[in-house]
């Protein structure tokens, strides 16, 4: 593969990300309140959804290292836009409840809202085993720093994505189906210049064989596991329960509805590339474990501090710099001890698994928000307690591969 293509494939794959991570489920925290569902109920679906799906993740990352990453990208970013369903489907609530039978508690119009929100799950899933192993593939001396840019354009559109549903659901008449046009025109882009190398199939790995390679650093695997596991339960939890916090704040309108959560991202995106190239000059650990202890403390600054406005959207900021980098330090950190050729199976377990098991947070929410008679504040507060855990897992992180490339 040429150098040009080469190029053309990691740019292809950067902004794949930037267009998956803007739709699947990253809307539903603040489509739940526009649209006046049931916060215990939508925290229930996300959880159900997000550890379904992304307990797929190393299945993905293992047919991609079997039979290529391109068709798993094409596909997965395919799925991801059913999300912009969601929108239009708000008015018709009470018809769809007449005319779809209940099942597993859930009436018509969430059965529907569940099944849209699967398929952007799978779509997304299916996407970061592959998208991020292509971009770890991609220098080997400063793999942290691609890494980190690969994630930074997802945080990008994922930053974006409740901003922007918000306006075009609030300023279209629902309509959020409108975004397949801008969608469409990306991902046509993508499947001209997505072009990664594939290995000769005879020389591809088997799916036991990938798993058996793992086995040296299972141990080292397992650590990072719990510390992403936790980043992203805390994170998710925040995220899924600011439209209620920002408003029991007193904040403006917009700042629950997508704008703290823009910020938060912005912060992380802005920062994410200067640590992953920090990361890659002084040592992936020890970078590593200060960003989970800055992570700590912004996090509580952000729940437990009662700021105005001004002050509140500057601390989402600089508290978001801290707590959206240990994912992509730690995703970092997983591909530099494992095997090349299990790249995408590690970024699955370490972006998918984790990601799974931190999607417990929103039901943990949820029913700790319904316990607490409605008070977010204190329902933060006590979820960010397992950022003590994550800080001193973080101590048990394997000295030997803190080396610079």
Same mark, same amino acid.
Request: glycine content about 12%.
């Given at each position: 593969m040429g150098a040009n293509t080469t190029v053309g494939t990691f740019i292809a794959v950067v902004v794949a990300h930037s267009m998956v991570d803007f739709m699947g489920t990253s809307v539903w925290p603040v489509y739940k309140t526009l649209a006046g569902l049931d916060v215990t109920k939508a925290g229930w679906i996300a959880t159900i959804i997000g550890m379904s799906g992304t307990a797929l993740q190393p299945l993905f990352g293992l047919i991609a290292d079997r039979f290529g990453p391109r068709r798993?990208?094409?596909?997965?970013?395919?799925?991801?836009?059913?999300?912009?369903l969601l929108g239009p489907l708000a008015d018709y609530q009470s018809a769809l409840d007449r005319r779809l039978p209940t099942l597993f508690g859930l009436s018509g119009f969430y059965l529907v809202v569940f099944v849209?929100?699967?398929?952007?799950?799978?779509?997304?899933?299916?996407?970061?085993?592959?998208?991020?192993?292509?971009?770890?593939?991609?220098?080997?001396?400063?793999?942290?720093?691609?890494?980190?840019?690969?994630?930074?354009?997802?945080?990008?559109?994922?930053?974006?994505?409740?901003?922007?549903?918000?306006?075009?659901?609030?300023?279209?008449?629902?309509?959020?189906?409108?975004?397949?046009?801008?969608?469409?025109?990306?991902?046509?882009?993508?499947?001209?210049?997505?072009?990664?190398?594939?290995?000769?199939? $005879?020389?591809?790995?088997? @799916?036991?064989?990938? #798993?058996?390679? !793992?086995? =040296?650093?299972?141990? /080292?695997?397992?650590?990072?596991?719990?510390?992403? $596991?936790?980043?992203?339960? @805390?994170?998710?939890? #925040?995220?899924? !329960?600011? =439209?209620?916090?920002? /408003?029991?704040?007193?904040?403006?309108?917009?700042?629950?509805?997508?704008?703290?959560?823009?910020?938060?991202?912005?912060?992380?995106?802005?920062?994410?590339v200067p640590m992953g190239y920090l990361a890659d000059r002084i040592g992936r650990r020890r970078t590593l474990i200060a960003m989970m202890i800055l992570s700590a403390m912004s996090y509580h600054a952000i729940v437990r501090l009662p700021l105005p406005a001004p002050?509140?959207?500057?601390?989402?900021?600089?508290?978001?710099?801290?707590?959206?980098?240990?994912?992509?330090?730690?995703?970092?950190?997983g591909q530099r001890i494992a095997p090349p050729k299990n790249m995408s199976?590690?970024?699955?377990?370490?972006?998918?698994?984790?990601?799974?098991?931190?999607?417990?947070?929103?039901?943990?929410?949820?029913?700790?928000?319904?316990?607490?008679?409605?008070?977010a504040s204190k329902t933060l507060e006590l979820l960010g307690s397992a950022n003590v855990l994550m800080v001193m897992i973080g101590f048990l992180l394997p000295k030997v591969t803190d080396n610079v490339d």
């Open positions: 798993v990208i094409l596909l997965g970013g395919l799925l991801t836009s059913f999300a912009l849209i929100l699967a398929a952007g799950r799978l779509g997304q899933d299916m996407f970061h085993p592959s998208g991020a192993g292509l971009a770890g593939r991609f220098s080997s001396r400063r793999g942290s720093m691609f890494l980190a840019v690969f994630i930074a354009m997802g945080s990008i559109g994922f930053g974006f994505s409740q901003i922007v549903f918000r306006s075009v659901y609030n300023n279209f008449g629902h309509h959020t189906e409108i975004l397949f046009v801008p969608v469409a025109i990306l991902w046509v882009f993508v499947w001209l210049r997505c072009r990664p190398a594939e290995a000769p199939y $005879s020389e591809r790995i088997s @799916v036991i064989g990938s #798993l058996r390679s !793992l086995r =040296p650093v299972a141990r /080292q695997i397992l650590v990072l596991f719990l510390i992403l $596991s936790i980043s992203s339960g @805390v994170l998710t939890g #925040l995220f899924f !329960l600011m =439209p209620e916090f920002a /408003q029991e704040r007193g904040y403006p309108a917009w700042l629950g509805q997508g704008g703290a959560f823009g910020l938060i991202v912005f912060g992380a995106t802005v920062f994410m002050a509140f959207v500057s601390l989402c900021i600089v508290g978001g710099a801290f707590l959206g980098t240990v994912n992509p330090l730690g995703v970092a950190f199976i590690v970024s699955a377990v370490l972006m998918g698994w984790a990601w799974c098991l931190g999607s417990i947070a929103p039901s943990i929410v949820g029913e700790l928000y319904q316990y607490l008679d409605h008070n």
